[in-house]
């Protein structure tokens, strides 16, 4: 059984290796990926269309920490911050990422999936 923390934790790595496929299958059917400045993505192919749209323009490599864990029977809510860098594909400077995130997450049988995640730079 999986529990919130390492679904977070699995979170970055996928988004570290550029791996969409693996990042949206964290999320429930109806997951929301809520970002900084951009349009709710809704559903599991949208946020892999999401993050497979961030992953070839761009690396990223944040180094993250988990604040905050809070449970309720199904429920749960992992708060983080991270700093990292993103890393254009075409070319250019590497820029400073720093953000705080709160994955809201339900049970789903032995794992742990992202309901809702919400990012904000800092």
Do not use: C
């Amino acid at each position: 059984m999986s529990t919130p923390e390492e679904t977070v934790v699995s979170y970055f790595s996928r988004l570290n290796g550029s791996d969409a496929d693996g990042l949206s299958a964290l999320f429930t059917e109806d997951g929301d990926l809520m970002g900084n400045g951009v349009p709710t993505a809704n559903g599991k192919e949208a946020i892999r269309s999401f993050a497979k749209a961030a992953f070839e323009g761009a690396t990223h490599h944040h180094e993250y920490e988990i604040d905050r864990v809070e449970r309720d029977d199904g429920l749960a809510v992992v708060q983080t911050h991270s700093l990292g860098t993103v890393t254009p594909k075409a070319g250019g400077e590497s820029s400073s990422s720093t953000h705080r995130s709160v994955f809201v997450l339900r049970r789903a049988g032995d794992t742990w999936l992202i309901a809702q995640y919400m990012y904000n730079s800092v």
